[in-house]
T-cell receptor, first 114, second 111 residues
Framework: KAGVTQTPRYLIKTRGQQVTLSCSPI?????VSWYQQTPGQGLQFLFE???????NKGNFPGRFSGRQFSNSRSEMNVSTLELGDSALYLC?????????????FGEGSWLTVV | GENVEQHPSTLSVQEGDSAVIKCTYS??????FPWYKQELGKGPQLIID?????GEKKDQRIAVTLNKTAKHFSLHITETQPEDSAVYFC??????????FGQGTTLQVKP
């Protein structure tokens, strides 16, 4: 059974540009969440989607957005990139929404902003 | 607000010894507590999780204990091996999909 798949794995962008990251959850999983990992801030929750609806949102500016498609695949977008957006962006999926659903992570997309 | 404190930040043990990592959470509504292992260049890998209606869970060399009264939970790794060397993260959740992570513990197992 394939795990959570994220593309691209590595990318370099220039300040001011925008970026779109893609995530395919584990087959049958309907909940997708996104996290940002940096050395300074650690792992921080961005948002969660279930049935194409955003269920939860973390404390990130509006430049960070996401969406989920009817096949549960998800994308996140960061507009007007800043140097501080350089990070590992992780996608995670779980079977459903609700108490204690096990959450599995992908390998992440490494974003470098120059 | 929601917060998870994790200690120690680094831990060095001899192969075969036990390792213990401790976490404290702030929100008493937290009900799900997973532990992840992250190796260099990879995403976090779930190694064990525990839910609030259980006090202890074991999977081979790995065990997790939960004390809801004290809002503490701990990871115990016995008979450590060099391949256990990695960064370990605890997390707590009060709502689906949103995990609050600890700061991580770098575990080094010396052969």
């Amino acid at each position: 059974k394939a795990g959570v798949t994220q593309t691209p794995r590595y990318l370099i962008k220039t300040r001011g540009q925008q970026v779109t990251l893609s995530c395919s959850p584990i087959s049958g999983h309907r909940s997708v969440s996104w996290y940002q990992q940096t050395p300074g801030q650690g792992l921080q929750f961005l948002f969660e989607y279930f049935s194409e609806t955003q269920r939860n949102k973390g404390n990130f500016p509006g430049r960070f957005s996401g969406r989920q498609f009817s096949n549960s695949r998800s994308e996140m977008n960061v507009s007007t990139l800043e140097l501080g957006d350089s990070a590992l962006y992780l996608c995670a999926s779980s079977l459903s929404t609700g108490f204690g659903n096990t959450i599995y992570f992908g390998e992440g997309s490494w974003l470098t902003v120059v | 607000g929601e917060n998870v404190e994790q200690h120690p930040s680094t831990l060095s043990v001899q192969e075969g010894d036990s390792a213990v990592i401790k976490c404290t959470y702030s929100d008493s509504a937290s009900n799900y507590f997973p532990w992840y292992k992250q190796e260099l260049g990879k995403g976090p890998q779930l190694i064990i999780d525990i839910r609030s209606n259980v006090g202890e869970k074991k999977d081979q060399r790995i065990a997790v204990t939960l004390n809801k009264t004290a809002k503490h939970f701990s990871l115990h790794i016995t008979e450590t091996q060099p391949e256990d060397s990695a960064v370990y993260f605890c997390a707590a959740s009060i709502t689906t999909g949103k995990l609050i992570f600890g700061q991580g513990t770098t575990l080094q197992v010396k052969p």
